[in-house]
């Protein structure tokens, strides 16, 4: 996230407040010096990664990936580990979650709709199948698919026609964590 922290910025000034590649940054940074402490059930690491990502900044970007590490947490419990089926059914949860919380809906062209293309494609894999590839080619296409359309929320709604042809931040975000994993 470092590396594409640059880039981040970039596209989010383009039509927001240009702060995302940075909180991610912070985020990364926060995630990586908490992993000494971090507990070894699925539920405590994520709310400790939820913490980590809350202490990085305000940002709505930020916000909203410490409630989905949080929604993960609640959801884990008693799990020791999350199989295919799991994370395709995990990840409807999170962008119900994410959804309540910052407004937007499908479609509007935000980090959901590539968070729901990766769900489809991981519901879609079989057992065996490199779910890492499934989530990159996942959020390259929904990046394609939205990339001429408008933004719907957010300040980039604002600036709706501007929007057409540019690529969604948050999207291009979910993107560089999955080539990440």
Do not use: Y
């Amino acid at each position: 996230m470092v590396r594409a922290a640059p880039e981040l910025n970039n596209l989010d000034g383009q039509l927001g407040d240009g702060d995302l590649g940075a909180t991610l940054s912070k985020c990364a940074a926060n995630v990586q010096a908490a992993l000494p402490e971090m507990p070894d059930t699925l539920d405590g690491i994520f709310k400790s990664a939820a913490q980590a990502c809350a202490k990085a900044s305000g940002s709505s970007f930020g916000t909203l990936l410490a409630v989905a590490f949080l929604t993960v947490a609640k959801w884990a419990p008693p799990r020791q580990s999350l199989s295919r089926v799991d994370l395709a059914e995990l990840v409807p949860h999170v962008i119900q979650t994410l959804s309540a919380r910052g407004g937007a809906a499908l479609g509007d062209k935000t980090m959901l709709d590539s968070l729901n293309a990766i769900g489809q494609a991981i519901g879609a894999a079989h057992d065996g199948d490199d779910l890492r590839s499934a989530a990159r080619s996942a959020a390259d296409a929904a990046l394609a698919e939205f990339r001429g359309k408008p933004n719907r929320i957010g300040r980039a709604r604002m600036f709706s026609e501007k929007s057409v042809g540019v690529e969604d931040p948050g999207m291009v975000a979910v993107l560089r964590m999955t080539e990440a994993l």
